[in-house]
């Protein structure tokens, strides 16, 4: 079992930042990639950005620039800076973690989701 607990969200205007976390927890051996995807009313949930336990990174080019990701594996912690938000970044932004579990198997993990809203 493995468990992500999101939390950062909110109502922001314009130009404005946000910083989500996501923790994740249970039985895990190791995380091989965490990520941020959103999903905007009326449109299919999209990639915002991923690290993998290399460091590599990568970014929908509609955030490149404004949004970073970055991983606090002492804490099993992932953590998207969101910096310039505009408007059509509200979205339900939810937490991906590909795992190994300590018995040995894949895990695909998906956190809750939670709420940016960016007023213009």
């Known amino acids: 079992q493995v468990q992500l607990v999101e939390s950062g969200g909110g109502l922001v205007q314009a130009g404005g930042s946000l910083r989500l976390s996501c923790a994740a927890s249970g039985s895990i051996f190791s995380i091989n990639v965490m990520g941020w995807y959103r999903q905007a009313p009326g449109k299919p949930r999209e990639l915002a950005a991923a690290l993998t336990s290399g460091g590599s990174t990568n970014y929908a080019d509609s955030v490149k620039g404004r949004f970073t990701i970055s991983r606090d594996d002492a804490k099993n912690t992932v953590y998207l800076q969101m910096n310039g938000l505009k408007p059509e970044d509200t979205a339900i932004y939810s937490c991906?973690?590909?795992?190994?579990?300590?018995?040995?198997?894949?895990?695909?993990?998906w956190g809750q989701g939670t709420q940016v809203t960016v007023s213009s």
């Open positions: 991906n973690a590909q795992i190994t579990s300590d018995s040995g198997y894949y895990l695909n993990s």
